[in-house]
């Protein structure tokens, strides 16, 4: 699901800046690290994991990445990130 059809504006940004550091190269166990540490809000009482961070992005972020060139990977994750 695209960050765009969240109803949650908080939820649409967390999934945009999932997607973002993905694409610039982070693990998943590094994001999850990252909203962690920045008191981003999850789902229940706990902290990411991560096996949380394609459930939250609503996609396979490994198949992704293999099957969508890495030019439009880096244009979404800018105007993700520019939104």
Do not use: C, F, K, Q
């Not at 109803?7 to 999932?18: K, L, S």
């Not at 096996?51 to 992704?64: E, F, P, R, S």
């Amino acid at each position: 699901m695209a960050p765009d059809m969240y109803a949650d504006a908080t939820e649409a940004g967390i999934v945009r800046e999932i997607v973002a550091r993905y694409v610039a190269g982070a693990t998943v166990e590094e994001i999850a690290e990252h909203l962690n540490r920045n008191h981003a809000p999850v789902p229940g009482a706990r902290r990411w994991l991560p096996d949380d961070i394609a459930a939250a992005a609503g996609v396979d972020l490994a198949a992704l990445h293999r099957e969508v060139d890495g030019g439009a990977l880096d244009r979404w994750a800018d105007e993700a990130a520019n939104s």
